[in-house]
């Protein structure tokens, strides 16, 4: 019998719905925590409403339960569906790949990868749907596999922040050091290690200055193929438009994406980050 193969993600993974439509994709929604209420990332809560309550509430987040993963895998195979590829936000940033792998060890009949994206928002997005691409050609499970870790070792992501106060507070700084930097209007240039995790990339001085820094690393790195260049802001449209249309201009980015992050992220980021996330198309093809 035939494989029939569908994706689990998380809601982190910042895809619009019109992307999913008529994909074999899954959605496992993260949670956005206040003192009075609980709400489910994308589903029962949009970005701007996280912004506008910032001034009288910091929400938490949290991961979903493994009860969460279990219904949503055992839904797909009552569908019909017998492999499950699940890629999911970095493990360095979040233990949902962890629970969603030791969730699926308990499904025996299910045949379940689980992949740490090593990434977050678009980037995890950009992985996803290559991965559906596959499922549609004539590939081999283990081929899927394979393609799909190689496009995590050749998506790289790179962000800015107006301030690192809401990424402290979530506990999420990782090796980003910035409380002198903050004093100095010193703005890291933040992407993701080999353990998963933030660290600083490179600094500039200024909001300006760091958001064209973003363009030079992208810039540098696309210099030796053809690319994908994806941007994502958080409340801070009209600088990620300005971006993106300077990218557009490059020989060698043949597609580019524009989209706001989700209100997970949002509470981790606050308002005005500026993402850009490479995919090196011919390096994985």
Same mark, same amino acid.
């Given at each position: 019998m035939k494989n029939?193969?569908a994706?689990?993600?998380?809601?982190?993974c910042?895809l619009?719905?019109k992307?999913l439509?008529?994909?074999?994709?899954?959605?496992?929604p993260?949670?956005?925590?206040?003192?009075? $209420?609980?709400?489910?990332?994308?589903?029962?809560i949009?970005p @701007?409403?996280?912004?506008?309550?910032f001034?009288?509430?910091i !929400?938490t987040?949290?991961?979903?339960? !493994?009860?969460?993963? @279990?219904e949503?895998?055992?839904?797909?195979k009552?569908?019909?569906?017998?492999?499950?590829?699940?890629i999911?936000i970095?493990s360095?940033?979040?233990?949902?790949? %962890?629970?969603?792998?030791?969730?699926?060890?308990?499904?025996k009949?299910l045949t379940?990868?689980v =992949?740490?994206?090593?990434?977050l928002? =678009?980037?995890?997005?950009s =992985?996803?749907?290559?991965t559906?691409?596959?499922?549609?050609?004539?590939?081999?499970?283990?081929?899927i596999?394979n393609?799909t870790?190689?496009?995590?070792d050749?998506?790289?992501? &790179? &962000?800015?922040?107006?301030?690192?106060k809401?990424l402290r507070?979530g506990?999420?700084?990782?090796?980003v050091k910035?409380?002198i930097?903050?004093?100095? %209007?010193?703005?890291?240039?933040?992407?993701?290690?080999?353990e998963g995790?933030?660290y600083?990339y490179?600094?500039?001085r200024g909001?300006?200055?760091?958001i064209n820094?973003?363009y $030079?690393i992208?810039?540098?790195?696309?210099k030796?193929?053809?690319?994908k260049?994806?941007v994502?802001?958080?409340n801070?449209?009209p600088?990620?438009?300005?971006?993106l249309?300077? &990218?557009?201009?490059?020989?060698?980015v %043949?597609?580019?994406f524009?989209g706001?992050?989700?209100?997970v992220?949002?509470?981790?980021?606050?308002p005005g980050?500026?993402g850009?996330?490479v995919?090196?198309s %011919?390096?994985y093809n």
């Amino acid at each position: 019998m035939k494989n029939k193969i569908a994706i689990l993600t998380d809601s982190t993974c910042d895809l619009p719905q019109k992307l999913l439509d008529n994909l074999p994709v899954s959605i496992l929604p993260l949670k956005i925590i206040y003192s009075d $209420k609980e709400y489910q990332d994308r589903i029962e809560i949009k970005p @701007q409403t996280v912004y506008d309550n910032f001034s009288t509430e910091i !929400p938490t987040t949290s991961m979903p339960s !493994p009860t969460d993963a @279990q219904e949503k895998l055992l839904k797909l195979k009552e569908k019909g569906y017998t492999h499950i590829i699940a890629i999911h936000i970095s493990s360095g940033l979040s233990g949902t790949y %962890n629970m969603v792998q030791m969730v699926s060890q308990q499904l025996k009949d299910l045949t379940i990868e689980v =992949i740490d994206s090593q990434s977050l928002s =678009i980037g995890l997005g950009s =992985i996803v749907l290559y991965t559906a691409n596959l499922i549609k050609q004539d590939l081999s499970w283990q081929q899927i596999i394979n393609k799909t870790n190689n496009k995590v070792d050749n998506t790289e992501i &790179f &962000f800015v922040l107006k301030t690192l106060k809401y990424l402290r507070k979530g506990g999420r700084i990782g090796k980003v050091k910035g409380a002198i930097g903050d004093l100095l %209007n010193i703005k890291p240039i933040i992407s993701i290690n080999q353990e998963g995790k933030y660290y600083t990339y490179k600094k500039a001085r200024g909001r300006k200055r760091s958001i064209n820094q973003l363009y $030079k690393i992208t810039r540098k790195k696309i210099k030796e193929g053809v690319s994908k260049v994806n941007v994502m802001h958080g409340n801070a449209l009209p600088e990620a438009k300005k971006l993106l249309n300077r &990218f557009k201009k490059l020989n060698n980015v %043949n597609k580019t994406f524009l989209g706001q992050i989700s209100p997970v992220m949002v509470v981790h980021t606050g308002p005005g980050l500026i993402g850009v996330v490479v995919e090196k198309s %011919n390096r994985y093809n």
